[in-house]
T-cell receptor
Framework: EAQVTQNPRYLITVTGKKLTVTCSQN?????MSWYRQDPGLGLRQIYY???????DKGDVPEGYKVSRKEKRNFPLILESPSPNQTSLYFC??????????????FGEGSRLTVL | QKEVEQNSGPLSVPEGAIASLNCTYS??????FFWYRQYSGKSPELIMS????GDKEDGRFTAQLNKASQYVSLLIRDSQPSDSATYLC??????????FGKGTTLSVSS
């Protein structure tokens, strides 16, 4: 089954404790991206990766890091989480052909609470 | 900052009616447009994509695009209670991201 898998799905942590949200896709997609979704603000892009060689910031990258060491994985790293990073996070991927990024396929989401 | 605007709703329609959802965008060079449906607590799910001016139909859904007016819409015919969700309009920006509107909440009453 074609899918984007995120883990953990739910996490409660404390300020300053480093955490990683993993994202893996099995569709051989070139493009991957992280979004956060907050009430009243909608979906906002954190980082994106056009392919394993190109990664860049989105609209709200502060406090986050990513890496793209292999095509299928695109983890989101919070080095020192703060309460304002409490949010619902989505990883998404796209084939990367035609008008990039094209149709995005989303993971199930990771709900993060930072106390 | 490129913007995608949608009425937040809620848009309420009776079962069997046509629901009309609208979206405007600010970037004149955008070439790709998408409608996603998101149920509460779930991830966005792609419903339609449209790239050319005019109408595109898929089952009960019709997407309409007018690039001159920077306007894209989604019509849902014969609305069902299961269509009750938030509908997100998304526009391709500069080949790096999809920019999403904040969504319109649709409620279909039986």
């Amino acid at each position: 089954e074609a899918q984007v898998t995120q883990n953990p799905r739910y996490l409660i942590t404390v300020t300053g404790k480093k955490l990683t949200v993993t994202c893996s896709q099995n569709m051989n997609h070139e493009y991957m991206s992280w979004y956060r979704q907050d009430p009243g603000l909608g979906l906002r892009q954190i980082y994106y990766s056009m392919n394993v060689e190109v990664t860049d910031k989105g609209d709200v990258p502060e406090g986050y890091k990513v890496s793209r060491k292999e095509k299928r994985n695109f983890p989101l790293i919070l080095e020192s989480p703060s309460p304002n990073q409490t949010s619902l996070y989505f990883c998404a991927s796209s084939l990367g052909e035609g008008p990039i990024p094209g149709e995005l396929f989303f993971g199930e989401g990771s709900r993060l609470t930072v106390l | 900052q490129k913007e995608v605007e949608q009425n937040s709703g809620p848009l309420s329609v009776p079962e069997g009616a046509i629901a009309s959802l609208n979206c405007t965008y600010s970037d004149r060079v955008s070439q790709s447009f998408f409608w996603y449906r998101q149920y509460s607590g779930k991830s966005p799910e792609l419903i339609m994509s449209i790239y050319s001016n005019g109408d595109k139909e898929d089952g009960r859904f019709t997407a309409q695009l007018n690039k001159a007016s920077q306007y894209v819409s989604l019509l849902i015919r014969d609305s069902q209670p299961s269509d009750s969700a938030t509908y997100l309009c998304a526009v391709n920006e500069a080949g790096t991201a999809l920019i999403f509107g904040k969504g319109t909440t649709l409620s279909v009453s039986s």
